[in-house]
């Protein structure tokens, strides 16, 4: 069986590849590598409230600390964390771990699930004819991946640093309309689409709609994340309608499986 610390050896091995001399990782490195712990932590919970079996639950932590490995390749060879500039990272991560055989001491569905998990925790939709054995190990990456991100933005901007988390978005609070029209229509938003901080905020509010799993709902009601992204939009009345039916969906959705 492989522990925790299996993975933690090759992480901090691999990513140690890029430091600079004496300096350290980047900033926006350092981030990516605090991030991928925090998303450890954030899928471990995820796991043990879904009472995963505890091989699962090492697995879930797993894959949660070496989801965003292509980040360090792609950053380094293209300075950006922006995929359709650069790289999918997703597939970049897949590939690094698949060649690293850091987990070849498991057995070939939890291997392919982390895997899976790697490679799909980015992509706009989980595609339909992925594993069935890997589908619950995805959900989770892409649950745990975005409550940490939610809370980030929200440091971010709390610090008066939102630039140097999104330096392509001008730091401006106007809605683009085509936003919330594509929001208003399908519950989805393209990043192409996003003009201002407010467009960023209101697509990552539309997140909430792609979760899966009861505990991560419960978190980010008990975190306030809806109610925390409320306070910095202009409150035009369609942007109502999408709070709202953010929040009802998260209420819903934490309470599936409750018992009664
Ligand atoms: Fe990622």
């Known amino acids: 069986m492989m522990s925790m610390n299996d ?27 605090s991030h991928s712990f925090s998303v450890s932590l954030e899928a471990g919970r995820i796991a043990r409230g879904m009472r995963f079996a505890p091989d699962s639950i090492v697995h879930a932590e797993i894959l949660g600390l070496l989801h965003d490995v292509g980040r360090f390749p792609q950053f380094r060879d293209f300075g950006t964390f922006y995929d359709a500039a650069s790289v999918d990272h997703g597939e970049l991560g897949w590939k690094t771990v698949s060649e690293a055989l850091v987990l070849s001491s498991l057995e070939d ?13 980015n992509k706009k939709e989980i ?22 991100v939610f809370e980030l933005v929200q440091r971010y ?41 407010a467009d960023f905020l209101l697509v990552q509010l539309s997140w909430v709609f792609d979760m899966n799993y009861p505990p991560a709902f419960r978190r980010v009601l008990d975190r306030g994340v809806i109610e925390r992204i409320e306070t910095r939009l202009p409150l035009e ?24």
């Not at 569905?109 to 925790?121: E, M, Q, S, T, V």
């Not at 369609?238 to 499986?257: L, Q």
Request: proline residues 5%; hydrophobic residues 40%; glycine residues 8%.
């Open 109 to 121: 569905a939890a291997r392919l699930a982390i895997l899976d998990g790697i490679r799909y925790h």
């Open 7 to 33: 993975a933690l050896d090759w992480f901090q091995a691999y990513t140690r590849e890029f430091e600079s001399e004496g300096g350290g990782l980047e900033p926006l490195l350092a981030l990516k590598w």
């Open 157 to 197: 901007l709390d610090e008066g640093r939102i630039r140097e988390l999104l330096p392509r978005i001008p730091e401006t609070w106007e809605i683009n309309g085509a936003v919330v029209d594509s929001l208003m229509e399908t519950g989805r938003a393209s990043y192409s689409q996003v003009r201002s901080v």
């Open 237 to 260: 009345p369609r942007v109502r309608t999408i709070i709202e039916k953010a929040r009802t969906f998260a209420r819903s959705s934490a309470a599936e499986g409750e018992v009664a």
């Open 127 to 148: 595609p339909l004819d992925i594993r069935p054995s890997s589908l619950g190990m995805v959900r989770l990456i892409r649950d745990a991946d975005k409550l940490d």
